[in-house]
């Protein structure tokens, strides 16, 4: 375990996965062109048909206080305003 980042700021903890496999490398590539987005992808597992939902932009993430947090998903085409704003507070 060590630190994980969010837009090059540390941000709580995360594990390193020492080996990516192939269908990790395959979802990689297809996630490759997209700049910004949501939505779901079709995984096929053993035998079985999944789906994935993944997530791509730019957050920013603003401390309020010891025990608070924001995370802001902005989008690069409109006027600074978030899409998307999640709120952390510890009680």
């Not at 709580?12 to 080996?19: L, M, S």
């Not at 995370?71 to 978030?82: Q, R």
């Not at 899409?83 to 952390?88: A, G, I, M």
């Amino acid at each position: 375990m060590g630190w994980g980042f969010c837009n090059g700021k540390k941000c709580g903890f995360a594990g390193r996965k020492e080996y990516c496999g192939v269908k990790e490398w395959k979802l990689l590539k297809a996630l490759e062109p997209v700049s910004m987005g949501a939505g779901v992808m079709p995984s096929y597992g053993e035998g079985e048909r999944t789906e994935i939902m993944y997530m791509r932009a730019k957050f920013e993430r603003i401390v309020g206080s010891r025990d608070s947090e924001a995370f802001y998903m902005m989008n690069p085409d409109s006027n600074g305003a978030p899409e998307l704003s999640v709120y952390l507070l510890r009680v």
